[in-house]
């Protein structure tokens, strides 16, 4: 009986201080530390950022700003290095480093932009061969670019050195956003059909899709490549966690709503889902693999859906606006995005109290 209480108490304890640790992070405030107003007219979507050179990308319907991120907290226009224009309905940048290349895929104009990203010069126009290139994603294993078509439910395949289309690769339903382990996979939310898919990128097809259990519309995708774990957000306010290695889903977390992006750090242990619609940023501790805790739902702004992470100081960096009315729900856009008041545009950065 003793040695039993000796055991409980001992548990107790590591309890008591597993708890002291995660209250210690939820304690440590994260909040908008800057805001930094653009202006400016479109909408936006996805953000990108270059760690080496801490430029970050920012998309703009006709046009993509480059920011220095490591003169921020500076004016906003002092930051501003300078845009790629020309463009046609921008979603999303896909950064291939190791080729000194960029990639903008352009949902109007059904074509991927190639750049150098020292210059900020266009060097090529790809036609992709679908409808809605939206995702874009660069694995530097096959090293191909991946862009996942809204409109014709399939990803396109482009050789990133030369620019040449490979083919394309034909998905279950409408793709979202898709992350590689630069090992040979490359998944993709399915969100139409709750799913992630695996694509084997050299074969140029699906391995197999998995169900997302209680997860609806997923959208914003990270991953955790060390631990095998895949992080999908969905729109009933969940985040999805599935074992990449066999499809198993090993928790769902609660997160704000409307979310539209997930990231992972890698570093620090912790996993953001960008919330919209509510206009927070919830941030989440991996306990381990399997168990994750809720730290902290970010007050950000409503609109707020897409992110970037630095990975050195473990900022976060959001596009938002001042929105209008919300059209009504459609077959084709069943969560339509409200209109958005000319000249609100702003990028946020949310941080930690210790100085992130």
Excluded at 21 to 42: I, K, M, N, P, Y
Aim: some cysteine.
């Amino acid at each position: 009986m003793r040695k039993s209480l000796v055991v409980l108490a001992a548990a107790l304890v590591l309890t008591g201080a597993a708890t002291v640790a995660v209250a210690g992070q939820a304690g440590s405030g994260w909040r908008t530390v800057d805001r930094h107003a653009l202006g400016g007219e479109g909408g936006w979507d996805y953000l990108a950022i270059d760690q080496a050179t801490q430029h970050l990308y920012v998309s703009r319907s006709d046009r993509v700003i480059v920011l220095d991120a490591a003169r921020m907290p500076s004016m906003a226009k002092s930051s501003v290095i300078g845009e790629i224009d020309g463009l046609s309905g921008v979603h999303g940048i896909a950064l291939a480093d190791d080729l000194r290349k960029g990639f903008i895929s352009n949902g109007r104009a059904n074509t991927v932009t190639v750049f150098d990203p020292a210059t900020l010069q266009v060097e090529q126009t790809i036609d992709v061969g679908a409808k809605d290139p939206d995702a874009i994603l660069y694995d530097p294993y096959s090293k191909r670019v991946f862009t996942f078509n809204g409109d014709s439910n399939d990803a396109s395949v482009v050789d990133a050195k030369s620019g040449k289309l490979l083919g394309h690769v034909a998905l279950p339903g409408r793709p979202e956003f898709a992350v590689s382990d630069g090992q040979g996979h490359v998944f993709d939310n399915i969100e139409s059909r709750n799913e992630l898919a695996e694509i084997d990128p050299v074969a140029m097809k699906v391995i197999v899709t998995w169900p997302l259990k209680d997860c609806d519309s997923p959208s914003g995708l990270a991953i955790d490549v060390a631990h095998h774990r895949l992080f999908s957000v969905c729109q009933n306010k969940v985040m999805a966690v599935t074992d990449s290695t066999n499809g198993q889903q090993v928790a769902s977390v609660p997160i704000g709503e409307g979310p539209d992006a997930a990231r992972y750090d890698a570093r620090r242990g912790l996993v953001f889902s960008s919330n919209g619609r509510s206009g927070t940023l919830t941030v989440v501790h991996q306990d381990d693999p399997d168990h994750y805790t809720v730290l902290q739902n970010v007050p950000t702004q409503k609109s707020a859906r897409t992110m970037a992470l630095d990975e050195a100081s473990g900022r976060i960096y959001l596009s938002a606006a001042e929105l209008g009315p919300r059209p009504q729900p459609t077959k084709a856009h069943p969560h339509p995005r409200p209109t958005m008041k000319p000249g609100s545009f702003t990028i946020l950065v949310v941080g930690d109290a210790v100085g992130r």
